[in-house]
């Protein structure tokens, strides 16, 4: 029986833009970050109070399933702003938005009263989007 | 958590996040947290009580914190603990390993050793620390 989730997948488009996006900007922790040989990285983060979630920083590039025209299709929905990927909360999202901002994160919604709390939009390096939430309870 | 009408004391948060970055970039260095609260325009006790209302522990608290994640990231990849002690701020290594291991659990030998042996494992299999149906979907193994 399922018990948690370990790891997820985020869709990027480079690694290192990635890296310096969700490490130095959001503050993430690095858990696994393995050469796996010319052009090939296994990059995982976590967010700071889940260190077992190992968020995959997932590179779009040919080798595997990905032929080029999965490569190509990918890329174009990623920069498109197609996928959402997570829901990410904080204590203080006036705050936190505040920060984000002047480091440089894109918001697409600024924070705005929900009526489970206050949401905001933001984008990563790539084009993915994510919710970033304060929540009432 | 913070029970100010977010939206209309934005400018309130603007001081408290701008003295939070400053805290992230000047760690290493000696910080007068007055002299943070009086850039801020801030009383030192209205600074303090605004901080830990938004980040949940005092100015003082969260500097600790940030050096000794600092610290951690140092002793990652095999510096010494003088060294990673004196890059972070402290100006003893027997307060700054004192401290770790108030926060943390571990000295930061053991920290360290630990640190070092994992990077020296994924080093020399790096699939080992890939979960199988990923290391398939990039075609790293068949």
Known sequence: MITKITHTCVYVLNQDSAYDFYVNKLGFKVHTDAPMGPGARWLTVTPPEQPELEITLFLVAEGGMFDTETVASMTALIKKGTFGAAVFTCNDLIATYEEYKAKGVVFKKVPTKEFYGYEALFVDDSGNWFSLAQTNS | ?142
């Open chain 2, 1 to 142: 958590m913070c029970k100010m009408e977010p939206f209309e004391k934005v400018y309130l948060y603007q001081r408290i996040v701008r003295a939070k970055l400053f805290i992230d970039q000047h760690f290493a260095e000696a910080i007068d947290l007055d002299n943070i609260a009086d850039q801020a325009h801030f009383s030192k006790f209205h600074f303090i009580r605004l901080f830990k209302s938004i980040y949940g522990r005092t100015p003082n608290n969260y500097l600790i914190k940030v050096r000794i994640e600092k610290a951690k990231n140092l002793l990652t990849v095999g510096n010494s603990i003088t060294d990673t002690s004196l890059s972070v701020g402290f100006d003893s290594p027997t307060s700054f390993a004192g401290l770790f291991k108030k926060v943390t659990g571990q000295t930061p030998s053991a920290f360290r050793k630990a640190q070092v042996e994992r990077s020296t494992a994924i080093m020399a299999n790096p699939l080992g620390f890939v979960p199988n149906c990923f290391a398939e979907t990039h075609g790293w193994i068949k």
